[in-house]
Nanobody
Framework: QVQLVESGGGLVQPGGSLRLSCIASGSIFTINRMGWYRQAPGEQRELVAAMGSDGVTTYADSVKGRFTISRDNAKNTVYLQMNSLKPDDTAVYYC??????????WGQGTQVTVSS
């Protein structure tokens, strides 16, 4: 089994920054991809950013230049540094782990609210 535990969400003013963390535990295998999705009220869940175990990254167009994903493979941890936050970034952010031939796992989510 795999568990994902997120932290770092909260309330921030427009233009501010937050850093999300996600620690994966359990059966973590070499070939995988860790990332972040978000879901705003009434909207579908969407990919924000992801990074493969090979270091290849993917970003949503809406966050390019503002968000940075990184990971510490030794700690099975993925981070999302979010800068220049906007009210449209308000959502529940979910950590995601995909493992080759083993499926996809989700964290419980952490709320990010951008408001003055």
């Amino acid at each position: 089994q795999v568990q994902l535990v997120e932290s770092g969400g909260g309330l921030v003013q427009p233009g501010g920054s937050l850093r999300l963390s996600c620690i994966a535990s359990g059966s973590i295998f070499t070939i995988n991809r860790m990332g972040w999705y978000r879901q705003a009220p009434g909207e579908q869940r969407e990919l924000v950013a992801a990074m493969g175990s090979d270091g290849v990254t993917t970003y949503a167009d809406s966050v390019k230049g503002r968000f940075t994903i990184s990971r510490d493979n030794a700690k099975n941890t993925v981070y999302l540094q979010m800068n220049s936050l906007k009210p449209d970034d308000t959502a529940v952010y979910y950590c995601n782990l995909w493992q080759l031939s083993r499926g996809t796992y989700w964290g419980q989510g952490t709320q990010v609210t951008v408001s003055s």
